[in-house]
């Protein structure tokens, strides 16, 4: 969006431009999916969750998921514990080294082995914990504070504003709300009612997140709810393209090999031994609506070198009617630069 153009609003002090966000997702927003979401439209960036405790003991992957490039800016780094001090001294740490513009708390990972020890989710669950979380981190970071949350623990604690409200009163400066509670992790509709609440009543951006999948639902959502943008999660994985309000029926044959062969090449500086591995859960979404035959799809999901895994989707695309590949690569790299 040009410069001069008004920002669509506004944490703390930092301009968005833009209505769609790319949802922070553990094992699928790490540094290359960002940067294509990014240059195809999302209005700013959001690392996987950064476990603290983790940090804290030098695992060299957490360092991996703060890479981010200039133009991804504003950036902001996902925090996820249930030591609110140790959530601050990491946060300082961060900053001190890498700069980023926010830090996100998340409240809304839902997998058993984080909430189980009061974090994500479970932190919701403890309103005290959340506030001191905004608190510590506050001081420690000179940076707006950000949060993520659900609906609440279950149907019989649905929180979500008394902690969107304890977050803002202690610092955070946007909220954005998943319209799911923490047991129904992604199954379910989610709620949409909630993210109009919170817009209504808070005097921060809110975000609404879930069941974002087209461009008629993003407009749906922003349109029913007032938010001030749209995240987008699982859906992203299948049409990045919803980036730049194009729904996955707009985008050529063309458009998508270019997609998937740079995101295969950007993949590799992050998965040294292999990028084949976590490049599958894309390569999956990216192919379903081709309806290629099961036989073909296995041999690509279990392809086990990467020269193999490209001549089987040039041959994909090449029966797809993509008449010049190194064209249709060429194309999407020039893009992304």
């Known amino acids: 969006m040009p410069e001069n153009d008004a920002p669509t609003f506004h944490i703390g002090s930092i301009p968005v431009f833009g209505q769609l966000i790319l949802a ?9 999916f960002r940067w294509i979401t990014r240059r195809l439209g999302s209005a700013l960036s959001i690392s996987e969750f950064i476990n603290t405790l983790d940090y804290a003991n030098q695992k060299h ?13 504003p950036f902001g780094v996902q925090l996820l514990d249930n030591d609110p001090v140790r959530m601050a001294e990491c946060a300082a740490a961060i900053y001190a ?19 189980s020890r009061g974090a994500g989710a479970g932190m919701m669950r403890i309103p005290e914990k959340v506030a001191q979380a905004f608190r510590e981190l506050g001081k420690a970071v000179p940076v707006p504070l950000t949060a993520k949350l659900r609906l609440g623990w279950d149907e019989d604690n649905l929180n979500y504003r008394e902690i969107a409200e304890i977050a803002v009163a202690n610092g955070a400066r946007m909220i954005a709300l998943h319209g799911r509670t923490a047991k129904m992790a992604y199954s379910g509709k989610a709620r949409w009612q909630p993210m109009a609440e919170l817009k209504a009543c808070l005097p921060v951006p809110v975000i609404g997140n879930g069941d974002v999948a087209t461009t008629a639902q ?12 749209a995240m987008v999660g699982r859906a992203a994985k299948a049409n990045p393209f919803l980036f730049s309000w194009q729904d996955r029926e707009d985008i050529t044959p063309a458009e998508f ?81």
Not at 266 to 281: A, D, T
């Open 24 to 32: 922070p997702m553990d094992g699928i927003s790490d540094p290359p």
């Open 61 to 73: 992957y957490q360092v991996s998921r703060i890479n981010f490039r200039a133009g991804e800016r």
């Open 97 to 115: 080294e890498y700069q980023p513009d926010f830090f996100d708390v998340n409240l809304g990972c839902c997998t058993a082995s984080v909430t």
């Open 218 to 229: 993003a407009r749906q959502l922003l349109e029913q709810t007032g938010c001030d943008a």
């Open 257 to 337: 090999y270019g997609l998937m062969r740079y995101q295969l090449e950007e993949m590799r500086p992050f998965h040294p031994i292999s990028p084949l591995l976590p490049f599958r859960k894309f390569l999956k979404a990216y192919l379903e609506p081709y309806g290629l035959p099961t036989a073909q799809l296995r041999a690509m999901l279990t392809a086990k070198e990467e020269s193999r895994l490209i001549t089987l989707i040039d041959q994909v695309f090449s029966a797809q009617g993509v008449k010049d590949l190194p064209g249709a690569a060429s194309d999407f790299r020039n893009r992304m630069l």
